[in-house]
């Protein structure tokens, strides 16, 4: 989110200075190179370079020097207590109030709990007190929705813009996006602490509506409703919509799990009953299950020495990250019952192999064809990568025989699976097709 920002603030014609405190990384970035797979990214990196809008250090200082606003973008990773780790803002805030000079405005972009803006303006203002500092900082809240592999669009493009903070203070984060606000993306002005909830709350609905149709889709499973049917019919109500309704795994990825887990932990501390955030997390890991139950299912529990192939290790399409991926659910799972995996990602084959370590029962395969190359007595489709959806079924058929495939993304039409003649095919809440079905 940092990285994409910067890079669209220096399009809209700023000076950006990026900080960051991984050496490397700066290194790379100077370079031109992209340390991540984000749709876009590498070309406006290399072109905002170019142009000297954007530079970046690992000096802090020169940051501080030389903007008039301080934008953070730091992680704010959940704690094993499911609250938001936030010592990097805080380690971050403080530097910034020992090197301040000058009133300064911070505005934080990184998914913080509602009240963390209070916070650190208290904090950041008593250190300035404590050094006999005349100045005054004000901090700004400016959540960002931005989805991971449609970032830039989505920064260019946005729905919203949400400001939250003092309306006498806000003006000059108010200027930063006047060029897209001409273009006609709407601002949105509130108090600090209804834009911090408002992004928690953005997530959790998203996540709800997820959560909520893979949970119709359990009962769809168990008695042989079609999910396609179901959804079309639902999204046909234009109150509900077709968004965030597609079945699959569960969710994952850097957002959604952790700050749905953090909203119910801050409602727990504010004593309201978090009896729906938690079960929007409860189904989620229920469903992470999905795969593991139907080759359970299918193999009558008898998983240990089977060799398993694995298309898809991304949290989603259009990404390399795996943080909460299924797969990885997935993954731990089958090394637990005893089976060798053939596994393949066009992208994130190195963060999931830097996660999972080396693992003998392990094969990283070159190519979606090499996973099927050696026998495997299953399928699983973890991720939707238009690789697989596009993959020919007739080879399909021919390399699995009579293995099942567990498409956890749906990615192929049940009729055209029909056509095909594959052997046994699962999907989400769809009925079971192939041999299966004649049983
Ligand atoms: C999300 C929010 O959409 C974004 O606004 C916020 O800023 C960051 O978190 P992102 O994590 O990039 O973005 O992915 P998103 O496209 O929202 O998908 C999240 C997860 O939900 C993925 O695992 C995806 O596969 C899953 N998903 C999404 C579904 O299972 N069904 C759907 O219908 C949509």
Same mark, same amino acid.
């Given at each position: 989110m940092g990285l994409v920002s910067a890079a669209c603030l220096a399009k809209l014609g700023h000076q950006v200075v990026c900080v960051d405190i991984n050496e490397q990384r700066i290194a790379t970035l100077m370079q031109g190179e992209c340390p991540i797979h984000e749709k876009e990214l590498p070309q406006l990196l290399k072109e905002q370079l170019e /142009?000297?809008?954007?530079?970046?250090? %690992?000096?802090?200082?020169?940051? !501080? &020097?030389?903007?008039?606003?301080?934008?953070?973008?730091?992680?704010?990773?959940?704690?094993?207590d499911d609250q938001a780790d936030l010592s990097q803002i805080f380690a971050l805030t403080t530097q910034i109030a020992q090197h301040a000079d000058r009133d300064m405005l911070v505005v934080i972009k990184s998914t913080v709990p509602v009240g963390t803006g209070h916070d650190i303006e208290k904090h950041m203002n008593?250190?300035?007190?404590?050094? #006999?500092?005349?100045?005054?900082? #004000?901090?700004?809240s400016n959540p960002e929705f931005l989805c991971e592999g449609n @970032? *830039?669009?989505?920064?260019?493009?946005?729905?919203?813009?949400? !400001?939250?903070?003092?309306?006498?203070?806000?003006?000059? *984060?108010?200027?930063?996006?006047?060029?897209?606000? #001409?273009?006609?993306?709407?601002?949105?002005? $509130?108090?600090?602490? /209804? =834009? &911090?909830? %408002?992004?928690?709350? =953005?997530?959790?609905?998203? @996540?709800?509506?997820?959560?909520?149709?893979? +949970?119709?889709? +359990?009962?769809?499973?168990?008695?042989?409703?079609? $999910?396609?049917?179901v959804q079309?019919?639902? /999204?046909?109500?234009?109150?509900?919509?077709?968004h965030f309704l597609q079945v699959g795994m569960g969710y994952g990825g850097s957002c959604f799990p952790k700050d749905v887990r953090a909203l119910a932990k801050k409602a727990k501390v504010l004593q309201v009953d978090s009896c729906l955030l938690d079960a929007i997390n409860n189904v989620n890991n229920l469903q992470k299950k999905w795969a593991i139950d139907r080759l359970l299912q299918h193999?009558?529990?008898?998983?240990?020495?089977?060799?398993?192939? !694995?298309?898809?290790?991304?949290?989603?399409?259009? %990404?390399?990250? *795996?943080? &909460? @991926?299924?797969? !990885?659910?997935? $993954?731990?799972?089958?090394?637990?019952?005893?089976?060798?995996?053939r596994v393949y990602d066009p992208v994130a084959m190195s963060n999931a192999r830097l996660c999972l370590g080396d693992n003998h029962a392990i094969t990283w395969c070159d190519s979606a064809d090499d996973v099927l190359f050696d026998h495997v007595d299953a399928l699983v489709i973890d991720t939707a990568w238009d690789l697989f959806k596009n993959y020919s079924l007739d080879r399909l058929r021919e390399e699995l025989g009579m293995a099942p495939i567990m498409d956890g993304c749906n990615c192929f039409d049940l009729s055209e699976i029909r056509q095909a003649g594959i052997g046994y095919y699962y999907s989400v809440g769809r009925p079971i097709e192939g041999v299966v079905a004649e049983l």
């Open positions: /142009s000297g809008h954007l530079l970046f250090t %690992t000096n802090l200082l020169d940051a !501080i &020097e030389h903007a008039t606003i301080q934008m953070i973008t730091v992680g704010t990773p959940g704690l094993p008593d250190a300035l007190l404590r050094t #006999d500092k005349p100045h005054r900082i #004000d901090v700004i @970032a *830039i669009h989505d920064f260019l493009h946005a729905d919203r813009i949400i !400001i939250g903070g003092d309306l006498q203070r806000i003006t000059p *984060i108010i200027a930063v996006y006047q060029t897209l606000v #001409d273009r006609g993306v709407p601002i949105q002005c $509130m108090s600090r602490v /209804s =834009a &911090e909830l %408002t992004k928690y709350a =953005a997530n959790a609905m998203l @996540a709800c509506k997820i959560s909520f149709i893979n +949970q119709i889709s +359990q009962i769809a499973d168990k008695i042989g409703a079609n $999910m396609d049917e079309a019919g639902m /999204s046909s109500d234009h109150r509900i919509g077709s193999f009558k529990n008898q998983l240990q020495g089977l060799t398993i192939g !694995i298309w898809g290790l991304a949290f989603k399409p259009g %990404t390399d990250d *795996i943080r &909460e @991926a299924s797969s !990885i659910v997935v $993954m731990n799972a089958l090394l637990q019952y005893g089976t060798q995996l």
